[in-house]
């Protein structure tokens, strides 16, 4: 019994941080979301009226996110527009990480340290992933753009 818990809670933590590192790209618009959500409820929009409000909020902020580091052909506002998805993503990771550290380090410098640490993965992670999501592709003013082979 002791064998099955303990590989159950690996398997648990380890699909636990597999989320953490798969949704580190949507901490900015989920944080967009969660802010144009609460004004609106607070503004009188009801429960329903809100999510819809900030469901559209945050898809929005995803999609022309990734449209822009698509279109852009500056290198500093690529940047530029992927640290800003991967700040709130970094502060997210960091939070993660500190609030989970106790179970396994008691230390209050360590789990600054470990998480610390954890924050610049998930930074790192969603910064690069929104690369991958918006893969550039070269402009061909006629149409489509024709593969060599």
């Known amino acids: 019994m002791l064998a099955i818990g303990l590989v159950l809670n690996t398997l648990g933590?380890?699909?636990?941080?597999?989320?953490?590192?798969?949704?580190?790209?949507?901490?900015?618009?989920?944080?967009?979301?969660?802010?144009?959500?609460?004004?609106a409820f607070q503004s009188?929009?009801?429960?329903v009226g809100a999510l819809v409000i900030a469901t559209a909020g945050g898809a929005l902020t995803l999609v022309l996110g990734q449209v822009a580091?698509?279109?852009t052909r500056s290198l500093a506002l690529r940047i530029v527009i992927a640290t800003a998805f991967a700040v709130p993503a970094a502060v997210a990771g960091y939070h993660v990480v500190f609030a989970l550290s106790p179970i396994v380090v008691p230390s209050l410098a360590w789990r600054e340290v470990f998480a610390c640490l954890g924050a610049v993965c998930i930074g790192l992670t969603s910064w690069?992933?929104?690369?991958?999501?918006?893969?550039?592709?070269?402009?061909?003013?006629?149409?489509?753009?024709?593969?060599?082979?």
């Open 13 to 39: 933590i380890g699909l636990f941080c597999w989320a953490i590192f798969a949704l580190a790209v949507y901490a900015l618009p989920f944080f967009v979301a969660l802010s144009i959500g609460m004004t």
């Open 44 to 47: 009188g929009a009801g429960i």
């Open 69 to 71: 580091v698509a279109i």
């Open 128 to 149: 690069m992933r929104l690369f991958v999501l918006a893969e550039t592709r070269p402009f061909e003013p006629g149409g489509l753009v024709e593969s060599p082979s």
